[in-house]
């Protein structure tokens, strides 16, 4: 897979910038969104920014420390662009929201549809993390909204991995 520049954005924080996005990284984690609006207000620091070394923004880590309100409003001021930002294994925000979030997941996909077709490192697409994950709502939901031609076996590794996945994990039928 080639890598796309836009999304594929590598930073290493220094000084002031580190201690900003180590201030937001803390907030984030705290799911305090007062503080975490306080220092996009407050500081030069762009709300698509890079703020830890795994190449992650704002949403990535709002996305994983299961914090709701920062995910959505972070969701609402963000550009489609800006939601697809993949992390250093190609992760975007959606990819860890199908992880645990169906929610999420659901404002993510609402905002930019684009990101269901947008593969990780290795090709595979969001809707293969909620499979891997056993999570039979979220797979249902992901691939009621995934274009059919992007889970074809013509598609890439995800078709095949969809089936996969659903046979070992029993994902239909009695369990």
Known sequence: MKKNSLRYIYVSLRGAERQTANRLEWA??????????EIFQESSFP???????????ALHV???????????????????TDLEIQDMVGFTALHLAAHRATKIAECLVEKN???????????LLPIIQACASGDKDLTKYLYSKTPKEFLSPDGG???P????????GKM????
């Not at 984030?28 to 609006?37: F, P, S």
């Not at 709002?62 to 489609?80: F, K, P, Q």
């Not at 239909?172 to 369990?175: I, P, Q, T």
């Open 28 to 37: 984030i984690n705290e799911g305090d969104w007062k503080t975490v609006h």
């Open 113 to 123: 549809p684009k990101l269901l077709t947008l593969g990780d490192e290795r090709g």
């Open 47 to 57: 709300i698509n920014g890079i703020i830890d070394d795994g190449n992650q923004t």
């Open 161 to 168: 991995a969809l089936v996969n996945y659903t046979i070992s």
């Open 172 to 175: 239909f039928g009695k369990n």
């Open 62 to 80: 709002a996305v994983v420390a299961g914090a709701v309100e920062i995910t959505e409003e972070l969701i609402r001021r963000m550009s489609e």
């Open 157 to 159: 590794k995800s078709g």
